[in-house]
């Protein structure tokens, strides 16, 4: 164990504009652009990213395997572009 605080993992309301989006194989495929969450009510629905200059490519939150601190890792089969 590395005992660094990045190893585990985060809740969804620290995910912000620019941390690294991760495919399954571990490929960084973008970076965070936008949460779509109602705060408020803690409803996590996903969250946009984008890779270079494309537009934004929205991620249902059911695609996401895990949130650590700075990277968000997509399940299996999560769009990826």
Known sequence: MSGRDD?????WLLIRFGWK????????????????AD?????????TYVAGFSLPRYVPSEEI???????VALKPGAPVG
């Open 65 to 71: 395997a895990e949130i650590r601190r700075g990277v």
């Open 21 to 36: 989006v991760l495919a399954a194989d571990g490929a960084q495929i973008g970076r965070v652009w936008h949460v779509r």
């Open 39 to 47: 705060r408020g009510r803690d409803i996590f629905n996903g969250l």
């Open 7 to 11: 190893d585990h993992p985060v809740s």
